[in-house]
Each structure stands twice: as C-alpha cells, then as structure tokens.
C-alpha cells in the first residue's frame, strides 16, 4: 500500500445546544433534540413550517411550479405548437453529463408522446466536444432536422447559432448555465439565468428547465402535466448539484418518489444491476450508486447509450445497453484509479512534489475524461490544491482539471495565471483549463506562490465540522425515520455530520478491502458497526484505546444478508 502522510483531521464540535429555540421546537414537533437543531439550521423556526418543510408536497405551492412564467416560455410554446402542427423534424440536441442525458430522454420522449416528429442528438466529447457545435448543428441538418430544442446547453452558443440560422433551421435554447455576455440568435430561449428573467429559482437544472417547457407543452396538447417523467428529473438535478431548496426540493422529492414505483424499464433494470432497493431509495444511493454509471458513458465518450437505456423499451434491450454501461464503466474505473495511483506515486516520489502546497501533476499518458476525479482523490489524499493535467503530445496542449478544499479559490489563481492559459473557467473549489505543454512549468510555479500566499500550514489539516451531537445510545431506528424526512440531501440540505463524543470501542479495528477501516463502537447490546472508507491507515491510531474521544459519521442503514442494522459511515476520530 501507498504511503499516506499521516494528516490528522481536527473535528469541530457543533454548538447547537445553546439555540434559544432548540427546546421549544424540540417539544413541539415531539421528536429529539437534532431534528430541531437540523430544522433551525434549514430556517424553519416552528410547528407549522416544519410541517410544510417535511411534506414538501409538489402541488401545495402553485406559484413555484406554474405561477411566474419564465422569460421566453411563451415564445417558446408557441413555436412548438406550430412545429407540432406542422409536423416538422425537431431534434432535442442534449449534452453529455447526466443533467443533459436526462433533460434529452425526457423532452424527447414527453414530446414523442404529444405526437411530434421528434429526435434526439448528444455530442461525443471526442468527436463533437460539449454543446452546440458546427459539428453537430451539420451533423442534424444533413438528418433532415427543421428544428433544434438545446436543453442543458446552448447559451454560449452564438455563432453554432447563427450556423444553424444560416441553414434555416429553427433553433429553442432551453439551458440553466450562466450567460457570458451575448445570447444567441436562437427563436427563443429559456433559462431562468438569463438577463431579464423574473423567474424566483435559479437553481432549476437543465433537467428542470427543459420540464418546464415540456410540462407546458404537455398542459396545452393533452392536458396533462409532465410530472410522470419527475424520475428522469430527479436524476439529473441530484447529478448537477443544484440547490435542493424550494421548488427544487418539491421536484426532486417527488422524482425520487415516481422512482420506486417508475415504469421506465430502463431506470428499473440500472437500480436492480446497482444494488439500490427501489422501496428505498435516497438522494445518496442515487448519487453513488446510480448517476456514477450514467456519467461514466459521458466521460468514456458513449453517453448514447446512457440515452438509449433511459429510452428502452424491453427489458432486453434494457439488459443490453446495461452489460454495455458495466463494461465501459470498468474501464472509467481501472483508468482513474491506475492514474490517481501513477500520480500518487510521483508525488511521494519527489520531494519537491510533496512539500510543495498546490500539487500540479501531468503525464502524456491519462485520459481527458477521468482527471476531474482523479484531482478530486487527491484532495482527500494531501488536502491541498490540486491539478491534474492530460498532456496531447501531438497537439503540444494539455488539458487540466483543478479541485482543492476551502481556503484556495481556483477561479482567483487561475485568473491571477490566465497570460500562461489558453482556455479556462471555473469556480471557487473545481476549474478546468486548457495550457501549452511548455508553460506548465511556469504554471506550477505560480500556483505554488499562490498557495504560499493564501493558505497557512493548519489550512492543510482537514476540519470536519459536524452539524449535529446526539450520544450514540440515542441513535436507533427512530432517529434515523426522522432522518429520512429531510430527505433529498444536496447542497443547501446537506446529508448531516453527526458528532457523538466518549465513545466506546468494542472490537479492534481491521482493514478491509485493501484500506477500508472497520470497527464497532458503542455498548453490550447497543453497538454499531463502523466504517471509515479510505482510513485504513488510521488503524494503529484506534489500536489499544478503549474510547475515541471524538468521532464524525453518517448514520446508515446497511443490509447484509437480509438483515438491516445501523452503520456509522466515520469520517473522521481523534
Ligand atoms: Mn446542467
């Protein structure tokens, strides 16, 4: 195994006992103490709006899901009811991440069933490269495409625009990426974060803004909502990260509760292949289990057949475009971990590498499509800024992705590097960027004065904050009820750390699985398996002691071999 700097991780304790309001809340929704504190950190300070907040129901608000119309929705319906009239061919015309396949297969398939001459396009990151591109604007037109529907993409898209104008194609951008500037000379365009847009929620995803245009269509042709295509919804939204507030938390609550029950025959076969019990089903399991699979054809340049299972219409064909996904998904696996181990061992290999504070590492031979991960792994391993960067020796041009934790915003050094950068973008905690191989160098230099100037040594020690204290011998399959109604969990919501102090070890710790460390914690009769991924090397630390002083984990269930018990999944002791 490879060395691991031993960087011990310091965990904050929560201070939720002195809120004013704990107690009262407390007693009022008769339920523990840390669903009140979890409640007062989410704003909701009383009875009624806890009420409101646990049943999060999608139609108890009307003006959050019809009510303010999005700028462009009219334009937009009207064009497609003419189009619907006329029977013209319209390509919705996706993008390849799991928010763009989803917004494809639900727009594709809502409008085939409203009877549109409908098909669907995806761009290849290999051929085409992401959004709207002359390749793929020529590419439909030379299919017979009269019209383009964008979803998830498309508002940068100027000129491929313009192209297709030229054409004489039609073209609707449906997008809920930020405008840079000039909007494109499409027919019409929706997006709540365009200029001008009253719409309240501008955390929609792609997903989302291409159901609202559906839904509308939908309501005007049949008189009927969209909302049986919410499970495709809910998947997307939980990839893209957005916001799970407002109306966000309605659609997304609803999605994951059409999924358990969801007759798309696709979605039935991926979460039996994956292992997630359909009459459970969490915004955790979907994000680790479920869009992983989604989002590997993307990054291995296939994301059709992602659409195509989605779009199955027999369990066999399901089946098929399944063994296919697990096939491709293998392969994104051996890569990112054969280069984030190629990686970790030039970095411990090379002292200049180690000690430096932003790790910048490339190599002529990784894959485009996995170093966003692999950057990501080494985070969590060095906790420091990293970039991981894929060399094209032919082009004399390396493509990089950048993550780091709190304490070194990307966006600010890269804009501090951008005379060495050919191409970047980004935000505070993940960038990506395209360089001349000859400046990486340079690059690496900067960024490490960058890192010198803004992070001090104890920003390289992790601090795991918990959000909530409960004892352990309170923990049981009550807390974990209430647990499941703050469900989904997603940014603005996030899945709670809980912090429990004094805990007591039963059982010496192992490594499992290569460097997973297993325990068990608690009482005689009253005791947890424990589980820390990746902190095997923790082992002779928890070694010999008879209590951890503090420990920071997620209360899970875990079945294994039909029976289900409580896990704590730890993050972090002292
Ligand atoms: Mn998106």
Redesign the pocket.
């Given at each position: 195994m490879l060395k691991r700097p031993a960087v011990p991780a310091v965990i904050v304790k929560p201070e939720t006992a002195a809120h004013p309001l704990r107690e009262g809340l407390a007693k009022d929704i008769n339920g523990p103490a840390f669903v009140a504190d979890l409640l007062l950190q989410r704003g909701v300070l009383e009875k009624e709006q806890a009420r409101d907040f646990f049943l999060a129901a999608l139609g108890q608000s009307q003006s959050d899901r019809h009510g303010p119309v999005m700028l462009g929705m009219d334009n937009a319906l009207a064009l497609l009811l003419e189009v619907h009239r006329s029977g013209e061919k319209i390509f919705v015309h996706g993008d390849y991440?799991v928010?763009?396949v989803t917004a494809t297969a639900l727009l594709y398939q809502g409008l085939k069933a409203c009877g549109f001459n409908a098909d669907w396009f995806l761009p290849n990151r290999f051929q085409e490269g992401y959004g709207i591109s002359y390749a793929s604007v020529g590419k439909l037109h030379a299919q017979g495409a009269r019209w383009i529907v964008s979803v998830?993409t498309g508002i940068a898209a100027v000129a491929e625009v313009a192209k297709a104008k030229e054409l004489g194609l039609g073209v609707i951008i449906t997008d809920?990426h930020q405008s840079s500037g000039e909007l494109p000379p499409a027919d019409a365009i929706l997006n709540p974060n365009q200029p001008g847009c009253a719409y309240p929620n501008k955390g929609l995803?792609?997903v989302g803004v291409a159901y609202k245009l559906l839904n509308a269509v939908s309501l005007a042709l049949r008189g009927e909502t969209a909302e049986r295509f919410l499970d495709l919804l809910a998947l997307g939204s939980l990839a893209?990260n957005v916001p799970l507030v407002g109306e966000n938390r309605r659609l997304v609550k609803a999605g994951l509760k059409l999924l358990s029950v969801s007759p798309n025959l696709g979605l039935k076969a991926l979460m039996e292949r994956v292992g997630v019990e359909r009459a459970r089903i969490t915004s955790g399991e979907i994000l680790f289990k479920v869009t992983p699979m989604l989002n590997a054809m993307g990054r291995m340049g296939s994301p059709e057949i992602s659409a195509r299972l989605l779009l199955s219409e027999t369990e066999e064909e399901a089946m098929g475009y399944l063994d296919q996904m697990a096939g491709e998904n293998n392969r994104r696996r051996k890569l990112d971990q054969g280069i984030t181990e190629q990686a970790v061992r030039m970095i411990d290999g090379d002292p200049a590498l180690t000690e430096s504070g932003c790790l910048v590492v490339d190599s002529p031979e990784w894959h485009e499509g996995v170093i966003g991960i692999v950057a990501a792994r080494l985070v969590e391993r060095y906790h420091r800024p990293c970039f991981v960067l894929a060399i094209d020796a032919e082009k004399g041009l390396a493509k990089g992705s950048g993550r780091t934790m709190t304490g070194f915003n990307l966006h600010k050094a890269l804009a501090g590097a951008a005379h060495l950068l050919e191409k970047w973008g980004g935000h505070y905690h993940a960038c990506g960027l395209t360089i001349k191989a000859e400046n990486i160098p340079a690059f690496r230099g900067l960024m490490n004065a960058a890192a010198a100037e803004h992070l001090a040594d104890n920003d390289f020690v992790p601090r795991i904050a918990p959000t909530v204290e409960i004892a352990l011998a309170k923990l049981d399959e009550g807390s974990m009820q209430w647990l499941q109604r703050f469900e989904p969990f997603g940014p603005l919501n996030e899945s709670p750390l809980f912090y429990s102090e004094d805990v007591e070890l039963m059982s010496q710790p192992k490594v499992v699985g290569d460097k997973h460390l297993k325990f068990m914690v608690g009482k005689p009769g009253a005791a947890f398996d424990a589980i820390g991924f990746n902190l095997g090397y923790l082992r002779e630390y928890v070694m010999d002691r008879a209590k951890l002083a503090k420990i920071a984990y997620y209360p899970e269930w875990n079945t294994f071999r039909g029976e289900r018990k409580i896990q704590l999944r730890v993050v972090a002791m002292e």
């Open positions: 991440d928010d763009g998830d809920h995803s792609g893209d």
